[in-house]
């Protein structure tokens, strides 16, 4: 079964702590993506991957930064965590380079910055 | 910048009812429609897709319908089930490239016993 799994569920952080979300993938997908997701927003893409050590802008990637230093692993960092970084990360991979290709989420982490 | 538009942004019906959500897109280039469908404390997971030379797909219950003049799109569930209530997202993507998903802003469906 096909698996995308996120470090934690639930996160709580005080404002300028540097912030790591892990995500792990096991169906040797090409392609890692991370997102928010607001209420009334949707989801935003904020960084993906389409190779180890690649890494691509997404729609609002200010104040993030990405590794995927091994091809199953992309992670998330925010460098100094800040009170509008308060939402959900969704972790997501995918296979292959075409936008056709299926998405497959994370259940999600769920990060309050105080 | 490239958008996708849904409404409504909440939807309540009852059971058996059939809901209905819109989508709009700007970019002609876009080729591919998915939805994905959220349940509460889950990632979203793919539903039913769509490419641009059909103007019907169903699968089950579900029913995409696509007009490409009008660049429109929408989801249609026939016989509704509570079941069914989670959040639904529409999206769009170009095929060729390292193309990304561009994502509607979603519906909270319910659908009441």
């Known amino acids: 079964d096909v698996k995308v799994t996120q470090s934690s569920r639930y996160l709580v952080k005080r404002t300028g702590e540097k912030v790591f979300l892990e995500c792990v993938q096991d169906?040797?997908?090409?392609?890692m993506f991370w997102y928010r997701q607001d209420p009334g927003l949707g989801l935003r893409l904020i960084y993906f991957?389409?190779?180890?050590?690649?890494?691509e802008k997404g729609d609002i990637p200010e104040g993030y930064s990405v590794s995927r230093e091994k091809k199953e692993r992309f992670s998330l960092i925010l460098e100094s965590a800040s009170t509008n970084q308060t939402s959900m990360y969704l972790c997501?991979?995918?296979?292959?380079?075409?936008?056709?290709?299926?998405?497959?989420f994370g259940p999600g982490t769920r990060l309050t910055v105080l | 910048q490239q958008q996708v538009k849904q409404s409504p942004q909440s939807l309540i019906v009852q059971k058996g009812g059939i809901p209905i959500i819109n989508c709009a897109y700007e970019?002609?280039?876009?080729?591919?429609f998915p939805w994905y469908q959220q349940f509460p404390g889950k990632g979203p997971a793919l539903l039913i897709a769509i490419r641009p030379d059909v103007s019907e797909k169903k699968e089950g219950r579900f029913t995409i319908s696509f007009n490409k003049s009008a660049k429109q799109f929408s989801l249609h569930i026939m016989d509704s089930q509570p079941g069914d209530s989670a959040t639904y997202f529409c999206?769009?993507?170009?095929?060729?490239?390292?193309?990304?998903?561009?994502f509607g802003k979603g519906t909270m469906l319910l659908v009441s016993p």
């Open positions: 999206a769009a993507s170009i095929h060729s490239g390292y193309s990304t998903l561009t």
């Open positions: 970019n002609t280039a876009f080729d591919y």
């Open positions: 169906m040797d997908h090409e392609n």
């Open positions: 997501a991979s995918g296979a292959g380079t075409s936008g056709r290709n299926e998405q497959f």
């Open positions: 991957s389409y190779d180890v050590k690649m890494k």
